[in-house]
């Protein structure tokens, strides 16, 4: 079991809960997995808190807000303080946001009504809050009304 255990970690990096799951869908019994990851988080070859840094650096490099990133932790079976931990150190999400919009459509925000509701809608899929959004479109976020 244990040689099952570390072929996977030998791959990437898992969670607790994503690894005890992947070694039941092997057919393990729950008891024999819970002891051998104890013991593999004892000598530090699983940890949590690694795992959610690394998918927290690797989600933010794709231009994932911290919504998706949270998403993707909690689905990992990361606990939410460690969740609002790393969430919180992750990045500047406002710059981020402003960057995501810069690569995907060009450096000037729109100022017309439906172009700036189709960048909104990107961002917010990729996990914005509307703070994000609104600082990656420019302050208000409204178009100018002015000739």
Same mark, same amino acid.
């Given at each position: 079991m244990r040689a099952g255990a570390l072929a996977l970690l030998g791959r990437r990096e898992y969670a607790r809960?994503?690894?005890s799951t992947a070694l039941q869908r092997k057919g393990y019994a729950a008891d024999i997995i819970a002891e051998a990851l104890s013991e593999l988080a004892g000598?530090?070859?699983l940890n949590d808190e690694r795992y959610a840094e690394s998918l927290v650096r690797q989600l933010v490099? *794709? /231009?994932q807000g911290p919504t998706r990133i949270r998403q993707a932790l909690h689905e990992?079976?990361?606990p939410a303080d460690l969740i609002a931990t790393v969430i919180?150190?992750?990045a500047d999400w406002h710059a981020l946001a402003t960057d995501?919009?810069?690569r995907r459509f060009g450096a000037e925000a729109p100022s017309e009504w439906p172009e700036r509701a189709r960048q909104m809608r990107f961002l917010q899929? *990729? /996990?914005f809050s509307k703070d994000h959004i609104a600082s990656?479109?420019?302050s208000s976020g409204a178009p100018d009304d002015d000739p």
């Open positions: 809960a994503e690894l000598e530090g070859l490099g *794709r /231009g990992a079976g990361i919180e150190a992750g995501t919009r810069r899929y *990729r /996990g990656a479109l420019g």
